[in-house]
């Protein structure tokens, strides 16, 4: 029988039973086939593709044409996997902006949902979007759009009054209507907070194991990009083929064993 499309209501149920959910990035057909294959349930053609793709050092050059771009090449071929769009630096600045542009996503690119970066700035973007149709994925935590704002790629929420602001944004951005957050280089214990205080599902990167799923950068997991964080792990190593590290990574998500204590932040 056909694997079934994974949707907003198929995530809903993995969390409620327990069932860890695994999210890749991908940018092309090709690599976009060999995740599906494998059962990861959602790929992400994240705007990392500024930085692994394109070889700028920031995600910040990339462009809402090249996102439609790469989330075509995506969508045209993952029969099972939920695609995920990411809408671009200074895409969403008002929402009706955030409006036409998930509309490319979703009409011209083939995305299923989109995502964004930002707290409480982006509730009325979210219930906008939310109320039109839109699922919507948020992002919190390290947001790397904001890097020259930041001052670099640091690990946020580590001081209380920090941690409660991130908390207390995740819930008004379900609240608004988001169906699932990415919380990208959190605390551990933070990241558990949150997980098990919101009903949406809570993807992990960098931010430990007890959230709901977990997602990398395809290129850091295939050891190829020119810098890997810490808190990936190289699935190639032990001289698997592609689609055989894409499985490992995806058995070891599932099972919890990835990630442990070396990839994560106290
Ligand atoms: O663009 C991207 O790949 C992302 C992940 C780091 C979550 O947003």
Redesign the pocket.
Known sequence: MKNPRITVTTLRKMKREGEKITML?AYDAGFARVLDQQGIDII?V???LGMVIQGHET?VPVTMDEMVYHTKLVSRVAQHALVLG?LPFMSYTSPEMALRNSTRLMQEGGAHMV?LEGGAPQVNTVAQLAHYGVPVCA?LGLQ?QSVHKLGGYRVQGRDDSTAKQILADAIALQNAGADML?L?CVPTTLAQEITQTVTIPVIG?GAGVNCDGQ?L?LHDMLGISAHAPKFSRNFMVGGATIPDAIKAYNDAVKQGTFPSAEHWFV
């Open positions: 990035t992400l994240g705007d990392s995600t990411d995502k992002h790397p990415v990208e990167i997602v950068v």
